[in-house]
């Protein structure tokens, strides 16, 4: 290696100067260093200062620009659907009362008429179960809305099933069992299928206790109680399980039928709050002239005025004649057809009509009861 003192010579020395630094460089080291140590050095600078370059003016950084979205290789469809219209600024016109309830119902195309049934037997097969409907809710001490959300769910699954394809007391069964929950007033399971099948097989039943007259005579002075009540299922029989198990597939049967929609309307609210309605607003009158009122009755009102006694009267009359109606169409397919308002102002105007009361001033029904006659 170099001598410190030959460095700082080479800086000062020449590009002419570098083969003579070489042969000096030999003459001081060992001949195998020799090249390693030239050829290692890197090359001497210019002579003279560094010429100086003038600093450019700063800048300030340019803005981040955003990258433009990643556009699509995919060509637009040659049919695409044109943007959707700007909403304008005019409100929308208010809506009018709903007529038909979202679950669409055509007479025509029910299942049971496709698989072999009449109209009539449809019919006559929807009014029986309805019945029986109401005599077992009434044996299990439900409460009226209870019966008719029964009563609904029956008519909407048997509005997608056919009558021969599933036993409808045993639909009707599972429409009460799951409507019992719903209105908050559920009832034990076994307590369910036996009311219902004690109830399907009576017209049996005194037929049974006939025949099993004597066995429970004999039974009785043997000093042992008969083990089943007549008419009802043994619990720990198979007949009983296989009935509680087709009972409990019906019941998921109904909620997937109906799309598991069960907030229900019925027509009694609806009903109650329009007869209540008139009333107040001194809208309807009896036909007859009621019967003077006595001086303890009458008040600062005037003689026009009909007296307490007589509007009770005629709001008992009204609930109880629209009620009976109500009750009535549930046992149709109209909760099907109609939304539970629209049936609630018909069973008030048959009401009306029944009671033998009119609008007073001269006014029409439909004014009152916001209803279109068709």
Same mark, same amino acid.
């Given at each position: 290696?170099?001598?410190?003192?030959?460095?700082?010579?080479?800086?000062?020395?020449?590009?002419?100067?570098?083969?003579?630094?070489?042969?000096?460089?030999?003459?001081?080291?060992?001949?195998?260093?020799?090249?390693?140590?030239?050829?290692?050095? $890197? /090359? =001497?600078? #210019? %002579?003279?200062? *560094? !010429?100086?370059? &003038?600093?450019?003016?700063? @800048?300030? +950084?340019?803005?981040?620009?955003?990258?433009?979205?990643?556009?699509?290789?995919?060509?637009?469809?040659?049919?695409?659907?044109? $943007? /959707? =219209?700007? #909403? %304008?600024?005019? *409100? !929308?016109?208010? &809506?009018?009362?709903?007529? @038909?309830? +979202?679950?669409?119902?055509?007479?025509?195309?029910?299942?049971?008429?496709?698989?072999?049934?009449?109209?009539?037997?449809?019919?006559?097969?929807r009014r029986r179960t309805c019945r029986f409907i109401e005599e077992a809710g009434r044996v299990l001490k439900l409460p009226r809305v209870a019966v008719a959300t029964a009563m609904v769910l029956f008519h909407r699954?048997?509005?997608?099933?056919?009558?021969?394809?599933?036993?409808?007391?045993?639909?009707?069964?599972?429409?009460?069992?799951?409507?019992?929950?719903?209105?908050?007033?559920?009832?034990?399971?076994?307590?369910?299928?036996?009311?219902?099948?004690?109830?399907?097989?009576?017209?049996?039943?005194?037929?049974k206790e006939v025949m099993a007259g004597a066995a429970a005579t004999a039974a009785a002075a043997a000093g042992r109680n008969s083990p089943v009540p007549i008419g009802y299922l043994d619990t720990k029989g198979e007949?009983?399980?296989?009935?509680?198990?087709?009972?409990?597939?019906?019941?998921?049967?109904?909620?997937?039928?109906?799309?598991?929609?069960?907030?229900?309307?019925?027509?009694?609210?609806?009903?109650?709050?329009?007869?209540?309605?008139?009333?107040?607003?001194?809208?309807?009158?009896?036909?007859?002239?009621?019967?003077?009122?006595?001086?303890?009755?009458?008040?600062?009102?005037?003689?026009?005025?009909?007296?307490?006694?007589?509007?009770?009267?005629?709001?008992?009359?009204?609930v109880q004649y629209a009620m009976n109606f109500a009750n009535d169409s549930m046992h149709t397919s109209l909760c099907l057809q109609f939304n539970a308002k629209t049936i609630a102002l018909a069973c008030v105007y048959?009401?009306?009509?029944?009671?033998?009361?009119?609008?007073?001033?001269?006014?029409?029904?439909?004014?009152?009861?916001?209803?279109?006659?068709?």
């Amino acid at each position: 290696r170099t001598h410190p003192t030959d460095t700082t010579n080479t800086s000062l020395l020449g590009a002419s100067s570098i083969p003579a630094l070489a042969t000096h460089t030999h003459t001081h080291t060992h001949p195998s260093l020799a090249y390693t140590s030239v050829m290692s050095q $890197p /090359p =001497p600078p #210019p %002579s003279g200062p *560094p !010429p100086s370059r &003038p600093n450019p003016p700063s @800048r300030p +950084p340019p803005p981040r620009s955003q990258p433009p979205p990643p556009r699509s290789s995919r060509p637009p469809p040659p049919n695409a659907a044109p $943007p /959707p =219209p700007k #909403p %304008s600024s005019q *409100p !929308p016109p208010p &809506p009018g009362p709903p007529r @038909r309830v +979202p679950h669409a119902f055509d007479e025509s195309q029910l299942p049971s008429l496709r698989h072999g049934l009449t109209t009539a037997q449809e019919r006559d097969k929807r009014r029986r179960t309805c019945r029986f409907i109401e005599e077992a809710g009434r044996v299990l001490k439900l409460p009226r809305v209870a019966v008719a959300t029964a009563m609904v769910l029956f008519h909407r699954f048997y509005a997608k099933h056919s009558f021969t394809e599933h036993d409808r007391f045993e639909a009707a069964a599972a429409a009460l069992l799951l409507a019992a929950k719903t209105e908050e007033s559920p009832k034990k399971l076994t307590h369910v299928i036996q009311e219902c099948h004690r109830l399907k097989n009576r017209g049996l039943q005194k037929q049974k206790e006939v025949m099993a007259g004597a066995a429970a005579t004999a039974a009785a002075a043997a000093g042992r109680n008969s083990p089943v009540p007549i008419g009802y299922l043994d619990t720990k029989g198979e007949e009983f399980a296989k009935l509680k198990d087709r009972i409990l597939l019906l019941e998921r049967v109904i909620l997937h039928t109906i799309g598991f929609e069960l907030s229900i309307d019925h027509p009694y609210k609806f009903l109650v709050e329009q007869v209540k309605k008139m009333l107040v607003a001194r809208q309807v009158e009896y036909i007859t002239p009621p019967p003077p009122p006595s001086s303890s009755t009458s008040t600062a009102a005037g003689p026009s005025s009909s007296p307490p006694s007589n509007m009770a009267k005629m709001t008992n009359e009204l609930v109880q004649y629209a009620m009976n109606f109500a009750n009535d169409s549930m046992h149709t397919s109209l909760c099907l057809q109609f939304n539970a308002k629209t049936i609630a102002l018909a069973c008030v105007y048959m009401s009306v009509k029944f009671t033998k009361v009119r609008p007073t001033e001269g006014k029409m029904w439909s004014d009152i009861l916001g209803i279109e006659m068709e």
